[in-house]
């Protein structure tokens, strides 16, 4: 600590001054500093959060990123939702073994134990998924309804090979929306 004598701050010069504030405030600086960049960050996170629209699954369906990115930014384009507020929020590489799949067991697992919560939680509103998962879905009564993708457009486009179905969870919070979205996929 440098040694003042008694000099007052208004006779401190340039570096001195400086040195004079920094070692009787530093605490206080830091502590202003800490609650400014808090508060800042608080703001960013508060202003930048995205409204979610919809969730959505795939289930044993790959989708790659881009195509993923298109087919969200176009359907929030054609509801009238802007792509820096709104989003669809999706869940990627989730398994669902079936009778007669060949699927690891423990990914599987994992999988069905991520589905029962969103499930039993309300937060999951479409599902994309191949026959297999249709069919876990279908009998367990997860569906409020249905449509089989072969053929749209847009299984064309994202190169789907086979049957692919999309649904709508029958517990859903955003029924009208998810509705609004198979319609737009079919």
Do not use: C
Not at 75 to 95: A, F, H, M, P
């Amino acid at each position: 600590m440098y040694d003042y004598k008694g000099v007052p701050l208004r006779e401190l010069k340039g570096k001195a001054k400086f040195q004079y504030i920094w070692d009787y405030y530093k605490i206080q600086i830091t502590a202003v500093t800490v609650i400014v960049i808090i508060i800042i960050s608080m703001l960013h996170s508060v202003l930048s959060r995205k409204n979610t629209v919809l969730t959505a699954a795939l289930l044993n369906v790959i989708i790659s990123e881009e195509n993923l990115a298109d087919l969200e930014n176009s359907y929030l384009e054609s509801r009238g939702y802007r792509s820096t507020k709104d989003q669809i929020t999706w869940q990627q590489n989730l398994v669902v073994s079936s009778e007669g799949s060949t699927v690891d067991s423990s990914l599987s697992y994992t999988s069905e134990v991520k589905l029962l919560a969103m499930l039993t939680g309300k937060q999951l509103d479409i599902v994309i998924m191949d026959p297999g998962a249709y069919q876990v879905f279908s009998d367990n009564g997860y569906l409020k309804e249905s449509i089989s993708l072969e053929g749209t457009s847009l299984a064309e486009k994202l190169g789907f090979d086979g049957d692919v179905y999309a649904g709508i969870i029958g517990n859903s919070q955003h029924i009208e929306e998810a509705e609004a979205f198979l319609n737009y996929i079919s």
